[in-house]
Protein backbone atom coordinates (compact mmCIF):
# COMPACT_ATOMS: atom_id res chain seq x y z
CA UNK A 1 0.00 0.00 0.00
CA UNK A 2 1.15 3.32 -1.05
CA UNK A 3 2.96 5.62 2.09
CA UNK A 4 0.24 9.15 2.11
CA UNK A 5 1.01 12.39 0.91
CA UNK A 6 2.75 14.49 3.30
CA UNK A 7 0.06 17.14 4.80
CA UNK A 8 -1.35 20.53 2.97
CA UNK A 9 0.14 23.63 3.60
CA UNK A 10 -1.59 25.87 5.75
CA UNK A 11 -4.10 28.16 4.36
CA UNK A 12 -2.55 31.84 3.46
CA UNK A 13 -4.52 34.68 4.83
CA UNK A 14 -4.63 36.09 0.72
CA UNK A 15 -6.89 32.53 0.01
CA UNK A 16 -8.79 32.34 3.20
CA UNK A 17 -9.88 36.04 2.30
CA UNK A 18 -10.88 35.06 -1.20
CA UNK A 19 -12.40 32.20 0.48
CA UNK A 20 -14.41 34.78 2.86
CA UNK A 21 -15.34 36.83 0.21
CA UNK A 22 -16.92 33.79 -1.55
CA UNK A 23 -18.68 32.66 1.09
CA UNK A 24 -20.05 36.08 1.88
CA UNK A 25 -20.98 37.11 -1.92
CA UNK A 26 -24.59 37.94 -2.86
CA UNK A 27 -26.98 34.97 -4.18
CA UNK A 28 -29.16 35.72 -7.44
CA UNK A 29 -33.24 34.64 -7.44
CA UNK A 30 -32.01 31.13 -8.91
CA UNK A 31 -29.24 30.69 -6.55
CA UNK A 32 -31.78 31.23 -3.40
CA UNK A 33 -34.74 29.28 -5.16
CA UNK A 34 -32.43 26.34 -6.47
CA UNK A 35 -30.45 25.93 -3.10
CA UNK A 36 -33.42 25.70 -1.23
CA UNK A 37 -35.30 23.04 -3.30
CA UNK A 38 -32.00 21.04 -3.65
CA UNK A 39 -32.34 21.25 0.14
CA UNK A 40 -35.71 19.42 0.67
CA UNK A 41 -36.16 15.53 0.46
CA UNK A 42 -38.55 15.19 -1.49
CA UNK A 43 -36.74 18.11 -3.49
CA UNK A 44 -39.90 20.37 -3.37
CA UNK A 45 -42.23 23.53 -2.24
CA UNK A 46 -45.00 25.66 -2.46
CA UNK A 47 -44.45 29.33 -4.37
CA UNK A 48 -45.47 30.79 -1.21
CA UNK A 49 -42.26 29.84 0.52
CA UNK A 50 -39.99 30.43 -1.81
CA UNK A 51 -41.18 33.70 -2.41
CA UNK A 52 -40.66 34.29 1.50
CA UNK A 53 -37.67 32.59 1.43
CA UNK A 54 -36.02 34.67 -1.34
CA UNK A 55 -37.57 38.41 0.58
CA UNK A 56 -34.33 37.22 3.39
CA UNK A 57 -32.25 38.11 0.37
CA UNK A 58 -34.43 41.39 -0.24
CA UNK A 59 -36.00 39.70 -3.47
CA UNK A 60 -38.60 40.74 -4.30
CA UNK A 61 -42.15 38.21 -5.24
CA UNK A 62 -42.30 39.63 -8.85
CA UNK A 63 -37.99 38.79 -8.92
CA UNK A 64 -38.57 35.25 -7.65
CA UNK A 65 -41.72 34.34 -9.47
CA UNK A 66 -39.49 35.02 -13.01
CA UNK A 67 -36.34 33.50 -12.03
CA UNK A 68 -38.80 29.96 -10.87
CA UNK A 69 -41.03 30.30 -14.31
CA UNK A 70 -37.31 30.56 -16.03
CA UNK A 71 -36.63 27.64 -14.30
CA UNK A 72 -39.40 25.84 -15.57
CA UNK A 73 -38.43 26.68 -19.18
CA UNK A 74 -34.92 25.95 -19.12
CA UNK A 75 -35.91 22.25 -17.78
CA UNK A 76 -34.39 22.86 -14.26
CA UNK A 77 -37.85 22.41 -12.19
CA UNK A 78 -41.68 21.67 -12.91
CA UNK A 79 -44.95 23.13 -11.71
CA UNK A 80 -47.34 20.88 -10.84
CA UNK A 81 -49.65 24.02 -11.54
CA UNK A 82 -51.17 24.30 -8.07
CA UNK A 83 -48.48 26.52 -6.65
CA UNK A 84 -45.85 23.96 -6.04
CA UNK A 85 -42.35 23.42 -7.57
CA UNK A 86 -40.01 20.32 -8.21
CA UNK A 87 -36.67 20.62 -9.23
CA UNK A 88 -36.16 18.40 -12.58
CA UNK A 89 -33.09 17.89 -14.85
CA UNK A 90 -29.53 18.85 -14.23
CA UNK A 91 -30.68 20.06 -10.87
CA UNK A 92 -32.19 16.98 -9.65
CA UNK A 93 -28.71 14.98 -10.93
CA UNK A 94 -27.11 17.97 -8.82
CA UNK A 95 -29.14 16.98 -6.02
CA UNK A 96 -28.04 13.38 -6.48
CA UNK A 97 -24.36 14.44 -6.69
CA UNK A 98 -24.63 16.70 -3.66
CA UNK A 99 -26.12 13.90 -1.52
CA UNK A 100 -23.07 11.62 -2.36
CA UNK A 101 -20.70 14.60 -1.56
CA UNK A 102 -22.36 15.21 2.26
CA UNK A 103 -22.11 11.76 2.79
CA UNK A 104 -18.99 10.92 1.28
CA UNK A 105 -20.19 8.26 -0.20
CA UNK A 106 -17.09 5.81 -1.61
CA UNK A 107 -16.29 2.23 -2.80
CA UNK A 108 -13.37 0.34 -1.44
CA UNK A 109 -10.85 0.98 -3.47
CA UNK A 110 -8.37 -2.56 -4.97
CA UNK A 111 -5.95 -0.06 -6.52
CA UNK A 112 -7.56 0.18 -10.01
CA UNK A 113 -8.10 3.75 -11.93
CA UNK A 114 -11.36 3.91 -14.11
CA UNK A 115 -9.45 5.76 -17.34
CA UNK A 116 -12.08 7.67 -19.73
CA UNK A 117 -10.21 8.66 -23.34
CA UNK A 118 -12.31 10.75 -26.00
CA UNK A 119 -12.58 8.78 -28.85
CA UNK A 120 -14.51 11.32 -31.53
CA UNK A 121 -12.42 14.00 -33.67
CA UNK A 122 -15.33 15.73 -34.60
CA UNK A 123 -17.70 17.27 -31.89
CA UNK A 124 -18.59 20.75 -31.86
CA UNK A 125 -17.30 23.20 -29.71
CA UNK A 126 -20.76 23.16 -27.56
CA UNK A 127 -20.63 19.03 -26.90
CA UNK A 128 -16.85 19.20 -26.23
CA UNK A 129 -17.65 21.94 -23.68
CA UNK A 130 -20.36 19.70 -22.10
CA UNK A 131 -18.40 16.45 -22.50
CA UNK A 132 -15.91 18.32 -20.33
CA UNK A 133 -18.61 19.67 -17.61
CA UNK A 134 -20.00 16.22 -17.48
CA UNK A 135 -16.66 14.47 -17.11
CA UNK A 136 -15.53 17.02 -14.35
CA UNK A 137 -18.90 16.44 -12.71
CA UNK A 138 -18.25 12.72 -12.14
CA UNK A 139 -14.89 13.79 -10.53
CA UNK A 140 -12.73 12.74 -13.00
CA UNK A 141 -10.00 14.71 -13.25
CA UNK A 142 -8.25 15.69 -17.19
CA UNK A 143 -4.95 14.69 -17.11
CA UNK A 144 -3.69 15.71 -21.20
CA UNK A 145 -6.18 16.24 -23.42
CA UNK A 146 -8.92 13.98 -24.05
CA UNK A 147 -7.75 11.32 -21.41
CA UNK A 148 -9.59 11.79 -18.20
CA UNK A 149 -9.15 9.35 -15.21
CA UNK A 150 -9.80 8.88 -11.23
CA UNK A 151 -9.33 6.20 -9.10
CA UNK A 152 -11.72 3.49 -9.34
CA UNK A 153 -13.72 3.80 -5.85
CA UNK A 154 -16.95 5.76 -7.16
CA UNK A 155 -20.00 5.02 -8.32
CA UNK A 156 -19.55 8.15 -11.25
CA UNK A 157 -22.18 10.70 -11.43
CA UNK A 158 -22.87 11.01 -14.44
CA UNK A 159 -22.10 8.11 -15.88
CA UNK A 160 -19.40 8.15 -18.98
CA UNK A 161 -20.00 4.95 -20.37
CA UNK A 162 -23.59 6.01 -21.63
CA UNK A 163 -21.24 9.24 -23.95
CA UNK A 164 -21.39 6.82 -27.24
CA UNK A 165 -17.99 9.56 -28.25
CA UNK A 166 -15.74 7.81 -25.27
CA UNK A 167 -14.09 4.48 -24.04
CA UNK A 168 -13.81 3.47 -20.68
CA UNK A 169 -11.16 1.18 -19.48
CA UNK A 170 -9.82 -0.19 -16.00
CA UNK A 171 -5.83 0.09 -14.90
CA UNK A 172 -3.71 0.71 -12.27
CA UNK A 173 -1.10 3.43 -13.28
CA UNK A 174 3.28 1.93 -13.02
CA UNK A 175 3.79 5.45 -11.42
CA UNK A 176 3.29 6.16 -7.97
CA UNK A 177 -0.58 6.64 -7.17
CA UNK A 178 0.31 9.32 -4.71
CA UNK A 179 2.11 11.36 -6.60
CA UNK A 180 -0.46 11.16 -9.64
CA UNK A 181 -3.58 12.22 -7.54
CA UNK A 182 -1.59 15.16 -6.14
CA UNK A 183 -0.80 16.03 -9.87
CA UNK A 184 -4.18 15.79 -11.22
CA UNK A 185 -5.59 17.25 -7.94
CA UNK A 186 -5.30 20.47 -6.07
CA UNK A 187 -5.38 19.09 -2.51
CA UNK A 188 -3.95 21.27 -0.67
CA UNK A 189 -6.13 24.46 -2.02
CA UNK A 190 -8.99 22.60 -1.32
CA UNK A 191 -7.86 21.36 2.52
CA UNK A 192 -7.24 24.92 3.13
CA UNK A 193 -10.28 26.12 2.08
CA UNK A 194 -12.05 23.23 3.99
CA UNK A 195 -10.73 23.91 7.17
CA UNK A 196 -11.48 27.63 6.90
CA UNK A 197 -15.21 26.43 6.37
CA UNK A 198 -15.62 24.72 8.89
CA UNK A 199 -13.97 27.70 11.05
CA UNK A 200 -17.02 29.50 9.31
CA UNK A 201 -19.19 26.85 10.53
CA UNK A 202 -18.16 27.36 14.22
CA UNK A 203 -17.80 31.09 14.31
CA UNK A 204 -21.41 31.40 12.90
CA UNK A 205 -23.94 29.70 15.12
CA UNK A 206 -27.35 30.06 13.75
CA UNK A 207 -29.54 31.72 16.65
CA UNK A 208 -32.25 33.05 15.15
CA UNK A 209 -33.98 34.69 12.38
CA UNK A 210 -31.16 37.44 12.04
CA UNK A 211 -28.69 34.50 11.12
CA UNK A 212 -31.06 32.88 8.46
CA UNK A 213 -29.92 34.67 5.43
CA UNK A 214 -25.96 34.67 6.41
CA UNK A 215 -26.59 31.19 7.24
CA UNK A 216 -28.42 30.48 3.77
CA UNK A 217 -25.08 31.92 1.61
CA UNK A 218 -22.63 29.79 4.19
CA UNK A 219 -24.66 27.00 3.46
CA UNK A 220 -24.42 27.09 -0.31
CA UNK A 221 -20.80 27.71 -0.20
CA UNK A 222 -20.00 24.75 1.95
CA UNK A 223 -22.17 22.44 -0.19
CA UNK A 224 -20.37 23.70 -3.51
CA UNK A 225 -16.94 22.74 -1.95
CA UNK A 226 -18.03 19.53 -1.09
CA UNK A 227 -19.45 19.06 -4.83
CA UNK A 228 -15.29 19.85 -5.63
CA UNK A 229 -14.20 16.98 -3.06
CA UNK A 230 -12.50 14.72 -5.46
CA UNK A 231 -13.59 11.38 -3.15
CA UNK A 232 -10.20 9.78 -3.25
CA UNK A 233 -9.35 7.06 -1.54
CA UNK A 234 -7.77 6.92 2.17
CA UNK A 235 -4.34 6.25 0.63
CA UNK A 236 -3.98 9.26 -1.61
CA UNK A 237 -5.30 11.70 0.40
CA UNK A 238 -2.72 13.83 2.92
CA UNK A 239 -2.34 13.55 6.20
CA UNK A 240 -4.93 15.48 8.19
CA UNK A 241 -7.56 15.48 5.76
CA UNK A 242 -9.92 17.83 6.22
CA UNK A 243 -13.13 16.48 4.60
CA UNK A 244 -14.37 14.22 7.24
CA UNK A 245 -14.54 16.71 10.06
CA UNK A 246 -15.96 19.51 7.39
CA UNK A 247 -18.58 17.23 6.84
CA UNK A 248 -19.26 16.23 10.38
CA UNK A 249 -19.39 19.80 11.31
CA UNK A 250 -21.55 20.50 8.54
CA UNK A 251 -24.12 18.31 9.26
CA UNK A 252 -24.64 19.48 12.68
CA UNK A 253 -24.91 22.98 11.77
CA UNK A 254 -27.24 22.11 9.02
CA UNK A 255 -29.91 20.35 11.84
CA UNK A 256 -30.04 23.86 13.61
CA UNK A 257 -30.01 25.65 10.77
CA UNK A 258 -32.96 23.97 9.38
CA UNK A 259 -34.83 23.79 12.28
CA UNK A 260 -34.55 27.88 12.76
CA UNK A 261 -35.58 27.90 9.42
CA UNK A 262 -38.67 26.14 9.39
CA UNK A 263 -39.78 27.62 12.92
CA UNK A 264 -39.37 31.12 10.94
CA UNK A 265 -41.02 29.47 8.16
CA UNK A 266 -44.24 28.83 9.72
CA UNK A 267 -43.76 31.81 12.00
CA UNK A 268 -43.15 34.58 9.40
CA UNK A 269 -45.03 33.37 6.12
CA UNK A 270 -47.85 35.87 5.28
CA UNK A 271 -51.22 34.47 5.86
Do not use: C, K
Not at 65 to 75: P, Y
Amino acid sequence: MPDRAPPAPAASPARAARSDADADRPLTARSVLASALLGEDPPELPVAHLVHLAGLFGINANRSRVALSRMVASGEAVTDGAGRYRLAGRLLERRDRQEDSRIGRTRTWDGAWRIVVVTTTGSTPDQRADRRRRLGLARLAEQREGVWLRPDNLDLRPDPATDPDVAVYVGAPVADPVRLAASLWELGAWADRARFLTDRLADRPTRGPGDLAAGFALSATVLRHLQSDPLLPDELLPHGWPGTALRANYAMWDSTYRDVLRTWGRSSRPA
